[in-house]
Nanobody, 124 residues
Framework: QVQLVESGGGLVQAGGSLRLSCAASGRTFSTYAMGWFRQAPGKEREFVAAINWAGDNTYYADSVKSRFTISRGGAKNTVYLQMNSLKPEDTAVYYC?????????????????WGQGTQVTVSS
């Protein structure tokens, strides 16, 4: 079993920044991609960003491109989401996810393990 624990959420004013972290532990795969998704109140969960095992290939949703940056820690078991120029529409619960393959994907159903989520609230 793989455990994912997110941290770093909170309340920030529009235009501000937050950095989310997600640490993987337990029976992690030998190589695994990681991703971030979010779910706003009353909406479906949506893709935000993903990164491959090596950390050299990333994907972003159009809505966050150029504002958010996904990266992996040196030990590879941690993934970060640096969020700049935040907007009220970025308000959501942010989830970290992982899959047992090195290649990243934007497809939610291809991720096998999920964290509990961390709330991000952006005030106008």
């Amino acid at each position: 079993q793989v455990q994912l624990v997110e941290s770093g959420g909170g309340l920030v004013q529009a235009g501000g920044s937050l950095r989310l972290s997600c640490a993987a532990s337990g029976r992690t795969f030998s190589t695994y991609a990681m991703g971030w998704f979010r779910q706003a109140p009353g909406k479906e969960r949506e893709f935000v960003a993903a990164i491959n095992w090596a950390g050299d290939n990333t994907y972003y949703a159009d809505s966050v491109k150029s504002r958010f940056t996904i990266s992996r820690g040196g030990a590879k078991n941690t993934v970060y989401l640096q969020m700049n120029s935040l907007k009220p529409e970025d308000t959501a619960v942010y989830y970290c996810a992982t899959r047992g393959f090195p290649r990243a994907t934007m497809l939610e159903h291809e991720y096998e393990y999920w964290g509990q989520g961390t709330q991000v609230t952006v005030s106008s």
